[in-house]
């Protein structure tokens, strides 16, 4: 992968980082539920340390990056995602919130399968994780508010 390129995912990575924080924060701004405000205040912080994480790798030599130079990224086929707005009601933001973690867990993922060098594949690998468990938390809270129990 030329260096331009990796330099490329890695800012596409940074914004959608900052459009997560955004949202996160504008809804932990809003929301009154004490739980919620503090979850999406939590989820606006580690997507914040996800930035500076990524803007310290384009501070570093991209080129050390090891990536399969036969694979095609497909980095302009992707679609851009609806904007996100906190004047959602609350359920749809969790199912945005949802969906966004799950892409950038597959982002991660697959840069992580596709690295050449084990710490490259750490890095990534770590931030699909992240991600991961950012939307468990996310599913957990949205099964608890779309199927209530009610006996």
Request: charged share 30%; no cysteine.
């Given at each position: ?54 803007e310290g ?63 490259t594949q ?16 996310l599913e ?12």
């Amino acid at each position: 992968m030329k260096p331009e390129d990796a330099k490329k995912i890695i800012a596409m990575a940074i914004d959608r980082e900052v459009e997560s924080y955004t949202f996160y924060r504008g809804v932990a701004d809003k929301v009154k539920a004490p739980a919620l405000k503090s979850l999406f205040a939590e989820l606006a912080g580690e997507e914040k340390k996800h930035r500076v994480f990524l803007e310290g790798m384009l501070t570093k030599d991209v080129s050390k990056l090891k990536f399969d130079p036969s694979h095609d990224y497909k980095v302009a086929d992707t679609l851009p995602s609806p904007p996100l707005s906190v004047d959602m009601k609350p359920l749809e933001g969790i199912v945005v919130a949802i969906k966004k973690e799950l892409e950038a867990m597959q982002m991660y993922t697959q840069l992580a399968n596709l690295a050449k060098d084990n710490e490259t594949q750490l890095l990534f690998s770590q931030l699909a994780n992240m991600e991961r468990g950012h939307k468990a938390r996310l599913e957990d809270i949205y099964t608890n508010m779309a199927f209530p129990e009610v006996w």
